[in-house]
């Protein structure tokens, strides 16, 4: 494949930059075990979906969940009508970069507004949540209680808002791949003999003032993450392997045990990870995130281990 499958969206904590580690952490026989079913339960940008389906053909096929139907719906429109959905993006791309910034602000809040009316055709409303997250303030998607759309205008030069062979890409990587909407749990019921999981789940707020989890109305808060820890205790009973990210809550208060506690019969591992979102400008930048795994202990480069 010339252009490799990548995020078609840009998402706040997508995990381009902790593939490697990620992949450090994968069994050291990974690429030898023979029909693999590759499961991400809060799918996000995608960023490990398209990696691993590119460098392990030994996955035969793969299971993505969200729950925010507008991103579940993206993944199906690219995978099943890609050519529809470039040319309307090729449209609105034109459209928009001809216009002066005035104007581009408010062709921006006239397509979000038409976007929060959720009664758009897939084709329609998937070019839209591309076209709304390319322009809008830092590329952040965030919606209000009733699940409405609400960052507001980015002032981006030269958005490409048209990219048509990534698209073109994903779509093909994405034929193998079965689409969900609804709850991580039910994902379990896609498991086969050799299934791996990878969870990127909204993450704990390291601060009362640092949560960016709005991906939906629905919070992820504590009850959500305990939750989530006794579907991965579940999932080793099974015998399926499963790696997870998540915030490094004691890098703000080292006697936050919270993580420690609810996964403590697994592998925990302190890799690092760069942030750009944060109200306060000094705190950006890296950070260390949890990457925990109950896939037996090797070697991990670049990853400090507990």
């Not at 904590?13 to 029909?35: M, S, V, W």
Request: charge should be positive.
């Amino acid at each position: 494949m010339a252009i490799k499958a990548k995020p078609f969206i840009k998402w706040v904590g997508g995990k381009t930059q902790l593939i490697r580690c990620i992949e450090n952490a994968l069994p050291e026989n990974f690429a030898d075990i023979h029909n693999v079913t590759y499961i991400e339960p809060f799918v996000g940008g995608g960023a490990v979906l398209f990696w691993i389906l590119q460098q392990y053909p030994n996955i035969k096929k793969a299971v993505i969940n969200d729950i925010n139907p507008d991103l579940t719906s993206a993944y199906k429109t690219i995978k099943e009508t890609p050519s529809k959905l470039v040319k309307y993006l090729q449209i609105i791309q034109d459209e928009y970069l001809t216009l002066d910034k005035g104007k581009r602000k408010e062709y921006y809040l006239h397509k979000r507004e038409r976007f929060n009316t959720k009664s758009l055709d897939s084709v329609e409303n998937t070019a839209l949540f591309i076209f709304l997250n390319r322009t809008c303030f830092n590329g952040l998607y965030r919606v209000n209680s009733k699940g409405l759309f609400n960052v507001p205008f980015g002032s981006y030069t030269n958005p490409k808002i048209c990219d048509k062979e990534t698209i073109f890409a994903d779509s093909e990587i994405l034929q193998k791949v079965d689409i969900l909407t609804g709850d991580f749990e039910q994902t379990l019921t896609y498991v086969t003999n050799n299934t791996l999981f990878y969870f990127d789940p909204p993450y704990k707020p390291l601060s009362e003032t640092s949560c960016f989890n709005s991906y939906a109305k629905e919070d992820f808060n504590d009850l959500e993450q305990i939750r989530l820890g006794e579907f991965c205790r579940r999932i080793d009973s099974l015998g399926h392997y499963f790696i997870l990210s998540n915030s490094d809550v004691q890098a703000t208060n080292p006697n936050d045990n919270f993580f420690d506690n609810l996964y403590k019969q697994f592998s925990i591992n302190r890799v690092f990870a760069t942030r750009m979102v944060n109200s306060n400008a000094a705190k950006r930048g890296k950070l260390t995130e949890l990457l925990i795994t109950n896939i037996p202990s090797k070697k991990i480069e670049y990853v400090k281990a507990i």
